[in-house]
């Protein structure tokens, strides 16, 4: 172990996608997890900042490299609404053996457990174990090291893309996400004892499904909400079980040992109405409409018709079927987008479908269509500021993508970055109004928030930086508490010990 090292017994990380700081802030006040309570008592407990835009993917391989998404260049999100699998395949080859596992375990020497961290498959070699499964491309479970896992049984859940509940399989989808992280969890306590590794990481992904799904059956404040029904507590049903994965994982602790918890990003009830953006640019003038000048283009035709479809299916209860008939029609992505009536080489500003139907995204421009580009964003900005919403601003903020991030794939995000008020996602319809109901919110009424959690205890009194308690600093932290440099001079660690004398004697 290096001298400057902060740890003196094992590390224990688990990271439970799209756990809310708000929500488990407040079942922590209800006493509902009784484990994490103790946690926060014995240590802290913070929210941790996800990086932007707030989705899975691009936040885990900010966690696991602690290059920002500017500078890892992954930013997809996952469309759980196709449920499309070819959609989801990405190269993530860009971070592999570049984490902070492999770091730690190179450069301080110790030994690393890592089960099923998202995205990064096939498992690669490290200085003790990695079990990772396919995460929305066809493979099989992987282990790099065979010897590792003894007659132990990898759960089946590691890794891929579950199938999607539909209203009436509400139930056994949360059963078996139930199961799924209960047996994820068994499978790591064994793989913990087997191995006694000097850094042991594992990711539990039902979280952030159980709420996408749940979300509106377990809050009475969704408009959307149907009643009491078998899955009304489903959420917090899905946070006990993850609460008391904790509690073993802390009933394994020696009193040396530091046990961590995160999330990548929170939920709360996804937007309800949409703002739809590239409406607006067309109204402005900024985006040209394939449908020319014609008042009757067949393509403006099917746009109408797919906006009513929409709403009779949202109005109807039909939500099961939006995926369905998408599907049917062809160049389903494109209806989806709406760049099958955007013409966005011939326009200056438009919406791409950059963070889905969320409260936040991006505006791209056509650096080729406008006079002078940085007085173009201005002006956009100023307009788009203005824009209000039942006499609200529609905005909390909108800027140039340089003023959030500075890596070398900063171009791979839009011009302008943007978040709303938390009732709007953006809309890609057009002819149609400004404002509409979101129709896919009864399908997936839960939604990414930027605040996760993070929670961290071990021997003696520790302290955090609320300040600097975010994703982009996660990788500093983890390095700095095994001693190991990193000479990212942008990150910072925020999880420290308070002081020597409080430390315990060996
Ligand atoms: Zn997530």
């Not at 059963?175 to 992280?181: G, P």
């Not at 499978?187 to 979280?207: C, H, I, V, W």
Request: aromatic share 10%; charged share 25%.
């Amino acid at each position: 172990m290096s001298d400057n090292s902060q740890r003196s017994g094992k590390v224990i990380l688990l990271g439970f996608d799209g756990m809310d700081f708000d929500l488990t802030s407040t079942l922590i006040e209800q006493g509902k997890l009784p484990n994490l309570e103790k946690l926060s008592r014995k240590g802290v407990f913070a929210p941790l900042l996800s990086v932007f835009p707030a989705d899975s993917i691009p936040s885990w391989i900010t966690t696991f490299t602690g290059k920002d998404p500017s500078d890892h260049g992954i930013l997809d999100h996952v469309n759980y609404l196709l449920g499309d699998q070819d959609e989801a395949k990405i190269d993530t080859s860009v971070f592999h053996q570049k984490t902070f596992w492999d770091e730690i375990g190179s450069k301080s020497g110790s030994r690393v457990c890592i089960i099923n961290p998202f995205m990064a498959y096939p498992a690669w070699p490290v200085n003790g174990v990695m079990v990772s499964g396919p995460a929305f491309i066809a493979g099989d479970i992987q282990v790099s090291d065979e010897t590792s896992i003894g007659d132990l049984k990898i759960p089946d859940s590691i890794g891929g893309l579950e199938d999607l509940p539909g209203k009436a399989t509400m139930r056994p989808f949360l059963d078996k996400a139930m199961q799924d992280t209960r047996d994820e969890a068994a499978f790591g306590l064994g793989m913990l004892e087997k191995n006694q590794p000097d850094l042991f990481f594992q990711t539990f992904l039902a979280s952030d499904r159980v709420q996408h799904f749940l979300w509106r059956y377990c809050d009475a404040e969704d408009p959307t909400y149907p009643g009491q029904s078998d899955v009304d507590q489903g959420i917090e049903e899905y946070f006990s079980v993850a609460d008391k994965v904790i509690g073993d994982f802390m009933e394994r602790l020696d009193e040396n040992d530091i046990l961590l918890v995160m999330s990548d990003h929170g939920h709360g009830m996804r937007c309800t109405h949409c703002f739809n953006f590239n409406e607006y640019f067309r109204r402005q003038g900024y985006l040209k409409s394939t449908s020319g000048g014609r008042r009757i283009s067949s393509k403006v035709v099917i746009e109408k018709l797919k906006n009513r479809v929409l709403r009779f299916m949202n109005d109807h209860d039909l939500e099961d079927y939006i995926s369905k008939i998408a599907k049917l029609v062809p160049n389903a992505q494109a209806l989806k987008k709406g760049t099958h009536i955007a013409n966005y080489s011939d326009s200056q500003a438009y919406a791409p479908d950059f963070a889905g139907t969320n409260p936040f995204g991006g505006v791209c421009i056509n650096r080729d269509k406008v006079d002078d580009y940085e007085a173009f964003r201005t002006q956009l900005i100023d307009e788009l500021e203005r824009v209000t919403y039942q006499g609200q601003p529609v905005f909390r903020w909108i800027k140039p993508r340089e003023s959030m991030y500075c890596g070398q794939h900063i171009d791979s995000y839009p011009d302008l970055l943007y978040e709303m008020i938390p009732s709007l996602g953006t809309g890609f319809s057009m002819h149609t109004d400004l404002f509409t109901i979101n129709p896919t919110h009864k399908k997936i009424s839960g939604g990414h928030k930027k605040y996760g959690i993070f929670f961290g205890a071990g021997p003696g009194q520790w302290d955090v930086v609320t300040s600097d308690c975010k994703i982009t600093n996660m990788y500093k932290t983890l390095l700095t508490l095994f001693g190991v440099d990193d000479d990212n001079s942008r990150t910072v660690s925020f999880f420290h010990r308070k002081s020597p004398a409080e430390s315990p004697t060996n």
